[in-house]
C-alpha cells in the first residue's frame, strides 16, 4: 500500500493554483474549472478543492512535508515570490523550514 493523493479545501482556487503551481513550483496535471485542480506533488497526487468552506485545523491537522535538497536556497527563493518562511532551522539530521499556504495549510520543506 501507498499513499495515492491528499485533499485540501481553498477559499480561493486561483490563489492556490498560483501558490502551488507558480510559487513551489509543482505541475497542474488535472483542473475543473473553479472547482479544483490536481498537483503532482513528488509522485503523490495533491487534489485542492473549492467544496467546503472550513478553516484548516491548525496543529491537528496533517502537515504536508516535502523533501528538497538545498532548503536554505529553495527558502531565498520563495521569499523573493512574497511567500514567509520560518527557517532554514537546523534539526537532527537535517534542516527544514515552514511556511503556510494561502489558506493556512501548514508545508514543511525538509532536507535529510
Known amino acids: 500500500m501507498r499513499l495515492d493523493s491528499v485533499t485540501l479545501t481553498s477559499r480561493d482556487l486561483a490563489r492556490s493554483r498560483a501558490f502551488y503551481a507558480g510559487k ?6 488535472e483542473e475543473e ?8 506533488a513528488g ?5 485542492v478543492d473549492r467544496e467546503g468552506t472550513r478553516a484548516p485545523l491548525s496543529a491537528a491537522e496533517p502537515r504536508l512535508v ?22 532554514p ?4 539530521g537535517g534542516v527544514q523550514a515552514i511556511l503556510t499556504d494561502p489558506d493556512g495549510h ?3 520543506l525538509v532536507e535529510r
Open 89 to 92: 532551522i537546523s534539526i537532527p
Open 24 to 29: 513551489l513550483g509543482f505541475r497542474v496535471v
Open 66 to 87: 516535502f523533501r528538497t535538497n538545498q532548503v536554505a536556497a529553495r527558502c531565498t527563493q520563495l521569499r523573493d515570490l512574497g511567500v514567509s518562511v520560518d527557517g
Open 33 to 40: 474549472e473553479g472547482r479544483a485542480f490536481v498537483i503532482d
Open 43 to 47: 509522485g503523490v497526487r495533491l487534489t
Open 106 to 108: 501548514p508545508i514543511v
